[in-house]
C-alpha cells in the first residue's frame, strides 16, 4: 500500500536554510507536492514536483526528488519567522481508487 | 474572495447527534474531497467526489455520508455522532483527480463530540 513518512519537527534559527524531508513508497507517483499548513488553516500547496523531474526551484522554495531513494526534500533558503508552519509532503497514489496521500505533516519552528 | 468554503467553524455535538458540514467552491472544480485530520496521523480521505454526481468512499468513511449537491457544493453528513469523529474537517476541490494544481482547501471545520 500506499505510504508517506515525515520527520514529526524541525527547528532552524532565522536566516538559516531549512530541509525538510520526506519518504515514499509508490514509485508509479505522478506528482509530489508539498503543503503549508499555518496554525487554524487549511492546507495550502506550496509546490510541486513532476516525477519526471530531479529538481524544482521556485524563489526560496527548491524540491529534489531521488526517484530511486523514493526521497523527496523541500529546502527553504534564508527562513522567517513566517516560515514556521506544519509542512505535508503528499503523493498522487494510483491504486484502487485515486487519491492524495499525505504524510503526517513536519512542524518547522523558527527561532528568531 | 475565490476558493473553498466550509460552515461552520466550530461545532460541538453530543453523542447521537447528527449534523452536516457544508462545503463549496467557486472556482469550478470537477472533484472534491472531503478529509479529516487527526494528530500523529495527517489527513485522512473520508470520501470524494470526482466529478457531480459520483460519491466514492476513501479511507475512512464509517460513520459519514456525502452529498453532491451540484458542481459547487459537497456536504458531509454525521448520522449518529461519536467521540471518535472528534476531529478538524476540511473540503477540498481540485480541477481533476491527478492534477499538478494540487488541491484547494477550506479552513476546516473543529468539531468536537461530548
Known amino acids: 500500500g500506499e505510504d508517506v513518512e515525515q520527520s514529526l519537527f524541525l527547528s532552524v534559527r532565522e536566516g538559516d536554510s531549512s530541509v525538510i524531508n520526506c519518504t515514499y513508497t509508490d514509485s508509479s507517483s505522478t506528482y509530489l507536492y508539498w503543503y503549508k499548513q499555518e496554525p487554524g488553516a487549511g492546507l495550502q500547496l506550496l509546490t510541486y514536483?513532476?516525477?519526471?523531474?530531479d529538481m524544482k526551484q521556485d524563489q526560496r522554495l527548491t524540491v529534489l526528488l531521488n526517484k530511486k531513494d523514493k526521497h523527496l526534500s523541500l529546502r527553504i533558503a534564508d527562513t522567517q519567522t513566517g516560515d514556521s508552519a506544519i509542512y505535508f509532503c503528499?503523493?498522487?497514489?494510483?491504486?484502487?481508487?485515486?487519491?492524495?496521500?499525505f504524510g503526517i505533516g513536519t512542524k518547522l519552528q523558527v527561532i528568531p | 474572495n475565490a476558493g473553498v468554503t466550509q460552515t461552520p467553524k466550530f461545532q460541538v455535538l453530543k453523542t447521537g447527534q447528527s449534523m452536516t458540514l457544508q462545503c463549496a467552491q467557486d472556482?469550478?472544480?470537477?472533484?472534491m474531497y472531503w478529509y479529516r485530520q487527526d494528530p500523529g496521523m495527517g489527513l485522512r480521505l473520508i470520501y470524494y467526489?470526482?466529478?457531480?454526481?459520483?460519491?466514492d468512499k476513501g479511507e475512512v468513511p464509517n460513520g459519514y455520508n456525502v452529498s453532491r449537491l451540484n458542481k459547487r457544493e459537497f456536504s458531509l453528513r454525521l448520522e449518529s455522532a461519536a467521540p471518535s469523529q472528534t476531529s478538524v474537517y476540511f473540503c477540498?476541490?481540485?480541477?481533476?483527480?491527478?492534477?499538478?494544481?494540487?488541491?484547494?482547501f477550506g479552513s476546516g471545520t473543529r468539531l468536537t463530540v461530548v
Open positions: 467526489s470526482a466529478s457531480e454526481g459520483t460519491t
Open positions: 514536483i513532476f516525477s519526471n523531474m
Open positions: 472556482m469550478n472544480h470537477n472533484s
Open positions: 503528499a503523493e498522487i497514489f494510483s491504486g484502487g481508487y485515486q487519491k492524495v496521500t
Open positions: 477540498a476541490s481540485s480541477e481533476e483527480i491527478k492534477g499538478a494544481d494540487g488541491y484547494t
